[in-house]
């Protein structure tokens, strides 16, 4: 009886991959499959230089420990339409921590960063460019929606780099105002606006009980991600490839793990807190990998998905992706960077496996080897 339970539910997951897994649209990739798989392999080497004695069960174990325990208790602040969490003993059952996500799985990247780094602590001081520079993209918008300046593009500025270290001392000590001198919010203005679509300075819900805490440990990631996010802003646009990223991550902050988490939160942070078409700089510096227009978007799925492929989420994120992305919004282009990302992450978990195979062999070998001596 388990048997055939347990064969009829691998085969409806299995068809539900390949069906989700298919697409006839034309929208060029341009993140080959051999450079992928090369790609691949120098992700999967570097974690396992790293963690030579982890397994990926232990990897996605302790991983979404790290999101129950430290980043699930503070994410409810940020309501993001697109999770609910489960209870655990259904979890247990199911194997889902929420339908079709629990919200805490949107900072996978948050725990891959503590994983490797749990003080984040950085091997240089920094100042938090980071989050002035969200502070002041946002800022800038709301001016600009509100006719108090004319239409820009923040990557387009020579000057930039000076905004952003004039802004600094607004976020400092982790903070991020977001009231006028009269302590009204500052927002986009106007009768005619359905609140919902009203764009404003403050990122979260600040009437929610943990948005203090949602800003404060908000802004220690941004300060950590600082470095990477100063190098990627002098970079020319479409210039720095994905390899390179991911080495020059590893650089700053000495661990793949890590670097795996930077990235997505940067990229995330130009995509999501700003307004792509006026204020998202760092996305444009990062070479294009499909056919599409939505620069940000493309580089922020691309970067989140691999984190979810990498700890083994592919079947339930790409059914996920089909069924927003490609039924609900027609968005092809993010659809096939969702499957790209998301096939990369199985590459590396291939080669993880590979290495864990080998290295299972290994200790028979020394097995038999002690057994006749």
Do not use: C
Not at 141 to 156: A, C
């Amino acid at each position: 009886m388990y048997l055939k339970k347990f064969i009829v539910k691998k085969l409806t997951i299995s068809t539900l991959v390949l069906l989700t897994g298919l697409s006839t649209y034309a929208t060029e990739v341009y993140l080959k499959k051999d450079r992928m798989d090369a790609f691949a392999k120098t992700i999967a080497t570097s974690i396992i230089e790293a963690y030579p004695d982890k397994t990926r069960t232990d990897f996605k174990k302790e991983i979404m420990n790290i999101l129950r325990k430290d980043i699930n208790p503070w994410v409810d602040a940020y309501p993001i339409p697109a999770g609910v969490s489960l209870p655990r003993f259904i979890e247990r059952v199911t194997g889902m921590p929420g339908f079709p996500m629990d919200r805490s799985e949107y900072y996978l990247q948050n725990a891959f960063i503590l994983y490797g780094n749990p003080m984040m602590e950085l091997k240089e001081s920094t100042e938090n460019h980071f989050a002035s520079f969200i502070h002041l993209a946002r800022k800038r918008h709301v001016d600009y929606l509100n006719g108090d300046t004319p239409k820009f593009q923040l990557r387009e500025e020579d000057d930039l780099r000076q905004q952003i270290e004039e802004n600094l001392p607004t976020v400092a000590n982790y903070t991020f105002p977001y009231l006028d001198e009269d302590g009204m919010p500052i927002e986009q203005k106007g009768k005619n606006i359905k609140e919902k679509n009203r764009y404003k300075l403050v990122i979260g819900n600040p009437k929610h009980k943990t948005f203090r805490r949602f800003v404060y440990e908000s802004q220690r990631y941004n300060h950590f991600s600082s470095p990477l996010f100063m190098w990627l802003l002098e970079q020319d646009n479409f210039s720095v490839t994905p390899e390179r990223l991911f080495e020059k991550s590893i650089e700053i902050y000495g661990d793949p793990i890590v670097a795996l988490g930077v990235i997505p939160w940067i990229m995330s942070g130009d995509a999501l807190t700003v307004n792509r078409g006026n204020s998202s700089v760092v996305s444009y510096k990062v070479e294009r990998l499909v056919e599409g227009r939505d620069v940000p978007g493309l580089q922020y799925h691309f970067w989140g998905y691999l984190t979810q492929g990498i700890i083994g989420n592919k079947a339930r994120v790409q059914a996920l992706a089909f069924l927003y992305e490609n039924l609900y919004q027609d968005d092809i282009p993010d659809w096939k960077v969702d499957l790209l990302s998301l096939n990369l992450g199985k590459r590396v978990r291939h080669y993880l496996k590979l290495n864990e195979k080998k290295d299972n062999k290994l200790e028979v070998f020394r097995d038999r080897l002690r057994r006749k001596l």
